[in-house]
């Protein structure tokens, strides 16, 4: 086998792995869960945030609505109103997910996020600093 025979298969094994995690469909029943209610994961590929703010859920979900479409690889997954999935993909294609539980409390709204990265053992600091953004930007 010559060099540029090795580096032709590699450069095929790259693309079908990319391909791979770029293509493969995700399932709403798994990847759509009620931060209210999950149990935050051992492994380092989750973040789970909890924030009180004083506005009525209606007034944070257009906010924070505004904030996902504003990130760039970002769009809606599953849910509507107060509890909603967002996918975010790394400039690879690799998805991230972010859901958000709204909560009417004591006159403003409690705000649960549960982000977790689907392949990737722990969740990159971009992704942090997104969903940390998403949270101050509210």
Known sequence: MSFLDAVVIL???AAVAW??????????QDWHVDPATVR?????NNLLLRKQVALPPDQ??????????????????AGEGFHRTWITRSP???????????????GGTLVIVYARARYLSRLPSAEKARVKAWMAAI
Do not use: M
């Open 40 to 44: 935050k994961s051992r492994r380092p």
């Open 11 to 13: 450069l095929v094994a």
């Open 60 to 77: 944070v979900a257009a906010q924070l609505e505004a904030e996902a479409l504003a990130t760039p690889r970002t769009k809606a997954f």
């Open 92 to 106: 690879l294609g690799i998805p991230t997910f972010t859901s958000v539980r709204l909560v009417a409390e004591g």
């Open 19 to 28: 391909a791979f995690l770029r293509y493969t469909p995700s399932d709403s």
